[in-house]
């Protein structure tokens, strides 16, 4: 069984790094694109970006990047998104997704609640 | 980018209604289009892509059609566990980019 899990939720103060995680299993982990999504509170879905595990291939979308960095650790299965500066703006719901291609959302994590406050 | 428009914003609908969704991009995708269902303090979850192409386990009371700028989620059948919240996505090229959502509602 294909499954994503995420690490749990996160309270942070404004200007605070923070880096979370999303671990795949039951499938070849380095076959497949992992893409993350940002759901602000009550709001819709954005596309951040996508990064292929085998290579570390990514793609931001120009509203996140040189905001978060996309990684992954193939010898662990794990994908992350990561923050140096974190902003009250940053408070959402984050999920990870195993894509079909680099396309299509097919698998997704449990997401992440982040939360920044002073 | 290429913009997602959905219409309408929501819809309200009862059991063992026929509810149509549209999706609208600003330029021709031809059929790299998904659609996903919301649940609240859920994940998304794939329904369609490709435009028409059913998810494995999604039930046949959906469906899409649709190619180039305009696109269409049908629920044939309204069932309970459909109240929910729609998003269309296109995958044409990147950024990958949502509609807004159309939720469901009784």
């Known amino acids: 069984e294909v499954q994503l899990v995420q690490s749990g939720a996160e309270v942070k103060k404004p200007g605070e790094s923070l880096k979370i995680s999303c671990r795949g299993s039951?499938?070849?982990?380095?076959?497949?694109?992992i893409g993350w999504v940002r759901q602000m509170p009550g709001k819709g879905l954005e596309w951040m970006g996508i990064i292929h595990p085998a290579d570390s291939d990514t793609t931001y979308s120009p509203s996140f990047e040189g905001q978060v960095t996309i990684s992954a650790d193939k010898s662990i299965s794990t994908a992350y998104l990561q923050w140096t500066s974190l902003r009250a703006s940053d408070t959402a719901m984050y999920y990870c997704?195993?894509?079909?291609?680099?396309?299509?959302?097919?698998?997704w994590g449990q997401g992440t609640l982040v939360t920044v406050s002073s | 980018d290429i913009q997602m428009t959905q219409s309408p914003s929501s819809v309200s609908a009862s059991v063992g209604d026929r509810v149509t969704i549209a999706c609208r991009a600003s330029q021709d995708i031809s059929s790299w289009l998904a659609w996903y269902q919301q649940k609240p303090g859920r994940a998304p979850k794939l329904l369609i892509y490709?435009?028409?192409t059913l998810q494995s386990g999604v039930p046949s009371r959906f469906s899409g059609t649709g190619s180039g700028t305009d696109f269409t989620l049908t629920i044939s059948s309204l069932q309970p566990e459909d109240f929910a919240t729609y998003y269309c996505?296109?995958?044409?090229?990147?950024?990958?980019?949502f509609g807004g959502g159309t939720k469901v509602e009784v």
């Open positions: 490709g435009a028409s």
């Open positions: 996505q296109q995958a044409n090229s990147f950024p990958l980019t």
């Open positions: 039951g499938y070849s982990f380095t076959n497949h694109w």
């Open positions: 997704a195993r894509q079909i291609s680099n396309s299509w959302s097919a698998y």
